[in-house]
């Protein structure tokens, strides 16, 4: 996925979430954990990356 400029960002995620599940995609896609921009309709939302999160430097959602 093409990363989004800063400067266009409203909205902001955390997470390696590409694609979410949603009614008409029945598998999750992930990726690099990053900032993500949330782009697109609720059944056709995708999170493009805007800044990638090194290893080491924040935490995996998953983590504790």
Do not use: N, S, W
């Not at 990363?3 to 690099?32: H, M, N, S, W, Y």
């Amino acid at each position: 996925m093409e990363q989004v400029a800063r400067e266009l960002v409203r909205t902001l995620v955390f997470g390696d979430t590409e694609r979410p599940l949603t009614i008409e995609r029945k598998r999750a896609a992930t990726g690099p954990r990053a900032v993500r921009v949330p782009v697109g309709a609720d059944d056709q939302r995708v999170f493009v990356p805007c800044a990638y999160a090194g290893p080491g430097l924040l935490p995996h959602p998953g983590d504790r």
